[in-house]
């Protein structure tokens, strides 16, 4: 069936590093992907998105990058600061509905 | 604040008991996900509903059902609990019909309901 999935399910960065957070999908017919953050006790916040026909999107110190030869997703996040330590889910949307489908999350930790 | 509103925001609640979650979509959102969320697991898409209709159903328990209203608010009925229904329930919203284009911010996700089952 329809899975979304991440490789590493906690990343550990210093303060000012770049963080790369990856995500591999199954569902080749998805047209549509985000990456969320959640912070402790909040639900999942918007960071940034990208459809199928395109392999980049750049926002404010975070790139989403789309392999669909491999069906792999990325969110890049740079000059990462405390502030950004979450849980970060990949999201695909895909079948009748446009519900989405969620990756199991990999915890990002930032030392200072 | 999202503009999804989720109530309650905590829930304590016996075996073999039923309750019920509500959302309010952000102003204009025609459709309504919820999701599950277990300690140990990711978000679990449970049910959609656009302007009212049902429109996707994923891994929603028989003893889980949900509705939308006319005015747009969503809820989700929970019965014969289980321990092991014990999680947070999240809302979503989002303009798009099944057929549309989903716009440029994407879901909007409420803060939740924590339920626990004791």
């Known amino acids: 069936g329809e899975s979304v999935g991440l490789h590493l399910p906690t990343l550990s960065v210093q303060e000012g590093d770049n963080s790369i957070i990856n995500c591999a999908y199954s569902?080749?017919?998805?047209?549509?992907f985000i990456w969320y953050k959640q912070e402790s006790g909040k639900g999942p916040q918007f960071i940034i998105d990208i459809r199928s026909n395109m392999d980049k999107r750049q926002g404010q110190r975070v790139t989403v990058l789309l392999n669909k030869t491999v069906k792999h997703l990325s969110l890049q996040i740079a000059a990462t600061q405390p502030g950004d330590s979450a849980v970060y889910f990949c999201a695909e949307r895909g079948g009748y509905g446009n519900k989405l489908v969620f990756g199991a999350g990999t915890i990002l930790r930032v030392k200072s | 604040d999202s503009g999804v509103t989720q109530t309650p925001k905590h829930l304590i609640t016996a075996t073999g008991q039923r309750v019920t979650l509500r959302c309010s979509p952000r102003s204009g959102d025609l459709s309504v996900y919820w999701y599950q969320q277990s300690l140990d697991q990711g978000l679990q898409f449970l049910i959609q509903?656009?302007?009212?209709?049902?429109?996707a159903k994923g891994n929603i328990l028989e003893r889980f059902s949900a509705q939308q209203f006319p005015d747009l608010h969503s809820e989700l009925n929970l019965s014969s609990l289980e321990l092991g229904d014990s999680a947070l329930y999240f809302c979503?919203?989002?303009?798009?019909?099944?057929?549309?284009?989903?716009?440029?911010?994407?879901?909007?996700f409420g803060s939740g309901t924590r339920l626990t089952v004791v």
């Open positions: 979503a919203s989002s303009v798009a019909s099944p057929q549309g284009v989903v716009p440029h911010d994407g879901y909007t």
């Open positions: 569902n080749s017919a998805s047209d549509y």
């Open positions: 509903y656009y302007n009212g209709e049902e429109r």
